[in-house]
């Protein structure tokens, strides 16, 4: 079942969106103020995000910029300010569309459903072409192979899939315990030391001095990110 998480901090506008995605097939969770909505959405998969724009305490640039560190999945604005819209336009790395309160609940719905087949599609395509090229990296996706300067470097199944997806969503910083979930399931009770481990190997195989990484950054207290350099191109 596809999810959506609603960040929202007026109860029954929350609970509104919520009985209109249940009633088409979706389920939702409610966080009514950043802080929350940051933790579900640190802690779940969610298909998209439901962003009122208007929060007390931390507000919604603010914690869409957060969300973006950790997540590429659509996000929707909602504003009672139409003065919001132009800076919604221009917001950088920001929601991927917007809608304007009072909205009709079904246009939510319809908005909500076309940008959630958009990024699957997106996946998908992603998904069929099969080689990524990366500097001197090379992933052969269906026969699970890694060459680094022409050079075939073995890799376990949990190191190929962590590179991959690491590779697949560049420039974006990912807590431990989100790739943990990615990568080993969000039912897994292992040990977030489990990926620094996986990390440190991956880098012996990829980078050329794997003390000074110039594809896996470690962002301190946080994670770690794949640079996408243009030079990589
Ligand atoms: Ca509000």
Redesign the pocket.
Known sequence: MQKILII???LNIAELERDYLEVNGFESDIATTGEKGLELARMNIYNLILL?L??PGIDGFELCKKLRQVLDIPILMVTARKEDIDMIRGFDRGADDYIIKPFNPNELVARVKAHISRYDRLIQREQIQNTLQIGSILIQSDSRRVFVNDEEKMFTAKEFDLLKFLVKNPNIAFTKEHLMERIWGYDSLGDVNTVTVHIRKIREKIEKDPSNPQFIETIWGVGYRFMKKDSFQ
Request: glycine share 0%.
């Open positions: 929202e901090d007026e009122d208007m929060l």
